[in-house]
Structure formats: C-alpha cells, structure tokens
C-alpha cells in the first residue's frame, strides 16, 4: 500500500507539532510554509546572521520559541519541507501551490491547516497614512528585523498583543509615546475568573503592563480614539484620542502600532468547503470543527490559530491533537490517554480565551461611529460614507453583495484588514446583527500570485 | 518636511553593508535587511497609494496585505517584507504600468 500522504499547510507551533506527530507515527508528511524559516509568526525567526538570544527574542516565552524550533528541525530531514510556498487554492481534493520555481497541485488523503492568524484590525480615520502598522507588524519589525517602525510609537487598539508589543519595544530601547486601549479597566475585573483559567499567562500580562508603566509611559484605559493624524506625503505625525473621561487629547508621534487582537486566516478552510459557525463571543465567523480538529469536511482538519485564536500554547495542543485525530482516521494506532490529555490542555486555552475577549472585547460600536470621511478600505480608499451610500443606493446589506458594489474587500488584502469592521458597520446602519451580514467568502488566489508561471515538474 | 527615515535600528547592526538602487539612487543597508527595511530605514515611505493622495510604507509586514510591493527594473513585482535586499538590486517604486503611454 502507497504511503498515506498527509500534508499540513503552515509551520508554527501547530504545524510543527502536527508534523511531529506524523513523523512518530512512521509517516513524512509534506508541510508547506509561506515562510523562509519553520516558526510562523509568533515564534519567528530572525536571519541567519543576527544574533540576538532567544529571550530577547520571545521573552516569556523564550523556552518554548525555542523547543518548538528544535522539535521542527529535529524532523527536517524526515518530512518534505517547502519553505516559501504558498497554498492559493483547495480545490478537487487537491491542495495548489506557488512557489518561486512555479506551481503544483498535490493530492491528500489528510489536509492538516495550520495557518495561523493576522491581526484583527479597527479602522480609525486616517489609518491609510504610512506609519500606521498592525499590531503584529510592529513586531514582526523588531523580532525578525531589529527595528522600531517610528521614531515614537503610539500602541492604540487592544488585547494582550497591545501589551506584549509595547512592552518589547520598550526593553528593545524604542520611543513609546503612549499605550491606548479601548478595553476599560471594569472589563478586566469580569474576566478575571476565566483569566485565571492558565495563571502563569495572566500573571505575564500584569508583570508586561507593570513594565511599561514602570518606564514611565503612559498607559490610557477605555479610550476612544478619534482620529491618526497625519500628512499624504510624510505620513502619520500624532494620535487624537478621547480619555475614558471623555476629555479629547493629542500625542505627537510618528507611527502607530494597531490592533485588537488576532483574526484566524480561514480561507483556506472556506476553500475547502468546510462549514462555518458564527462565534459570538468574539463576533467572527470559524469554521467547525470537533474536539480534536475534524473539520465538516472528510479529510480536513483545523488547527492553531487558524482555526480560533486560543494562542500559541493551545496551538502546540491543537496541532498535535489534529494530527493524531487524522492518524486514526487513516487507521494507524493512537494512544488515547494522550488525546485525551491534549483535550484538557486545550479546553484550559479555550477558558482562558474567553477571558481574553472579555477582558479586551472588540469595540463593535467603533465601526458604527466611523466617520464618513473616514477610509474604512486603506487597499481601495473606500470611505466608511461610500459604504453607507452603497447601502442606500442599492439596499446592500450581505457582506459579499455589499462588497460586490463597493469594492470594501475587494482589495489588495482581499478584506483580512477591513472585513470585520465593514460587517459592524453594516449592521449597525441596517439594524441588523452581525451574523445576518454574513462574512465574506475566501476566494482563489487567497493572496496574488504571479501569471504566467509553468507547472512544475 | 519630509521624513528622513521612518525606521529606527535597535540593534543587529553589526552586519556588513550591502548597496541597492532605489529609482537609480544608491541605498546602503545592511546583509540580512528586507526591502522593506532597507528602503524605509534610509527614507519614509515606499510607494504612491493608488486610491488616495498619501503615500504607503506597508502594513502588516507579515504577507497578508500586500501594500508593500514595489518593483524590479525589469517590472517583477517584490513584497518588500518578504523580500531580502541584496548587493546590486534595481528597485522602483512606482508600478510600471501607472507609466504606459495609455495611463499618461
């Protein structure tokens, strides 16, 4: 019998560990990788010739950053590993690639997606100018680049990434000129007992906070912000933003880092035509999937942050739990006990998650009360005032209809930065929840691809 | 007043220089650099918006929202975050078609 052929798409903590488990079960699985290194993205790595030491690099979680490398280059040799390769499509049983020397159709008889997350992203009026960044994009420049994306850096947004990033910027040397969240403090106190569900994360986030207000930058709770100031030709210069007192205040500065929270990377599963649920605590739409990552679809399975953001931990759970569930699947033996364990492991994640989007809840109303001079579409330009008049002018009110006629997701990111927000806005201005505007569909390529590249042989 | 660079280096520059053409003119970065950072450490900003009057420098760095692309002498186009900087590059920053004799 031909050797089962598993693939996995993405080599973050999920990915790693899913291989892990394919490799001890005597297999070689193929894993794809957007990336030049194994890591993903929050435990990326730096180039060859930097030097800096792991606990620069990841802090708290240095040990760990460190044991799934080591589990992943442990393996390299007993896995088919492509670096660099993108996956634009599931179609026909077949997972599409493109890689730099061209592209490839691979058949599976398991799909393992392990394709982490991006940041989830509230537009605020002037966000188009350069210097805005993602959250994750701001860290991305000091872990894997060694630079600060400004001269003085405003965090805005919220979520323990707005901590966490601050913080690193801060112990790296950067300018941090404010930290701005829209979470109140009073949501904290609420989410305390599911917080204390992993106490060792929680008390990282408090000592994080304790840091950055320690060196004297100061932090703001349950802010409005209003507006990223700015210029067309030489981008951001300050932040206005209204206090939880309800005082209007300026910060001069000339980058800003925002976010709240991350947002799963699905299209992939859509693409595979796997079901989707809509998640109202964290107001996004998942695909389904049962305790050990089967998805609704035969042969697919989900995990990490690509299937819900239960963080990098959890994901090293999933990963390996996804990858047994299709070992067993396929008929090969797994051990029980350990499953079971990995499902306890990543319901304690879960508990804490849940937390997470209590204690920092996406401000839904911020979308509503863009506005309409505001771009709502940085790929596009669309303002939030176009999207309100297609609305009227056409009675659009399904996300991909609403697209359809006015080009909000139909850009450059293809609505991972606007789609969340163009949703609330929707609802709010037809009066309808959330999850009656629909998400939009994951469509083929899933990111561009260059025309004209031959098969490959 | 224009912005003379938007990155700030915090450390790792002990690497040896590489030099890169960005729309002819010489740009040291340093072995190691994305485009992104070698272009946006010597200047602030990296492209003209298409749909808007501002000009871009990129977004999530992590190859989700494609702002960052400029382009190769020879019209390939480049994701700067993705993409290293190496010795002798020709990059441009303006889309080759935005300057076909249809577009002008």
């Known amino acids: ?457 | 007043m224009p912005v003379m660079s938007r990155f700030v280096r915090l450390g790792e520059t002990d690497r040896p220089p590489v030099t890169l053409y960005v729309d002819d003119q010489p740009v040291t970065a340093l072995e190691g650099d994305t485009l992104m950072v070698a272009l946006l450490a010597s200047g602030g900003t990296l492209r003209q918006g298409e749909f808007g009057p501002e000009k871009r420098a990129g977004f999530c760095l992590m190859g989700a929202c494609q702002d960052c692309w400029v382009w190769t002498s020879s019209g390939e186009r480049l994701r700067a975050c993705s993409t290293l900087a190496t010795a002798g590059q020709r990059i441009v920053t303006s889309q080759p078609e935005s300057t076909w004799p249809s577009n002008a």
């Open chain 1, 1 to 457: 019998m031909a050797e089962q052929r598993i693939i996995i798409v993405g080599a973050g903590p999920a990915g790693t560990r899913a291989a892990q488990a394919c490799v001890a079960a005597g297999l070689q699985p193929i894993v794809l990788d957007e990336g030049r290194h194994a890591g993903g993205q929050i435990y990326r790595r730096q180039p060859d010739n930097f030097t800096r030491p792991y606990t620069k690099l990841y802090g708290t979680e240095a040990d760990r950053a460190q044991a799934v490398h080591d589990a992943f280059d442990a393996i390299r040799d007993r896995i088919d590993y492509r670096p660099e390769t993108l996956v634009w499509n599931i179609a026909d049983r077949h997972v599409w690639t493109a890689s730099g020397t061209g592209q490839t159709a691979l058949p599976f008889d398991a799909l393992l997606l392990c394709t982490g997350a991006t940041d989830r992203l509230m537009p605020v009026k002037g966000w188009q100018y350069a210097g805005s960044y993602s959250l994750g994009g701001a860290q991305v420049a000091l872990k894997s680049q060694a630079v600060s994306i400004g001269h003085r850096v405003v965090f805005m947004g919220s979520g323990p990434l707005l901590y966490l990033v601050a913080s690193q910027y801060v112990e790296a040397g950067a300018a941090v000129a404010a930290v701005l969240d829209t979470s109140p403090f009073s949501a904290r106190v609420k989410a305390l007992p599911d917080l204390l569900a992993v106490p060792s994360i929680l008390w990282n986030g408090v000592k994080l906070t304790q840091a950055i207000k320690r060196a004297g930058v100061p932090v703001h709770l349950g802010v409005t912000p209003v507006e990223i100031l700015g210029d067309p030709d030489t981008g951001v210069n300050g932040v206005r933003f209204r206090d939880s007192g309800g005082k209007e205040q300026s910060i001069a500065c000339d980058a800003v880092a925002m976010g709240h929270h991350l947002r799963p990377e699905t299209q992939l599963a859509d693409l595979a035509r796997c079901a989707f649920a809509f998640d109202s605590h964290t107001r996004q739409w998942l695909p389904e999937r049962d305790g050990d990552g089967r998805a609704s679809v035969a042969g697919v399975y989900l995990a990490g942050d690509g299937a819900r953001i239960l963080g990098a931990r959890s994901a090293e759970a999933s990963g390996t739990l996804a990858a047994l569930a299709a070992l067993a699947d396929l008929g090969l033996p797994v051990d029980k006990g350990v499953t079971a364990s990995l499902r306890g492991e990543v319901a304690t994640y879960a508990k804490f998650a849940r937390g997470l989007a209590t204690a920092f809840p996406w401000p839904s109303a911020q979308a509503a009360a863009l506005p309409d001079d505001a771009v709502l579409c940085r790929c596009e330009g669309v303002s939030a005032g176009d999207l309100r008049a297609v609305m009227r002018e056409t009675g659009a009110q399904e996300a991909n209809r609403a697209k359809a006629f006015s080009r909000v997701g139909m850009g450059r990111c293809q609505g991972r930065y606007c789609g969340l927000a163009a949703a609330e806005l929707i609802a709010a201005e037809a009066g309808i929840p959330v999850d009656q505007v629909g998400r939009l569909r994951g469509q083929a390529p899933v990111k561009p691809i260059n025309i004209g590249i031959g098969d490959e042989k």
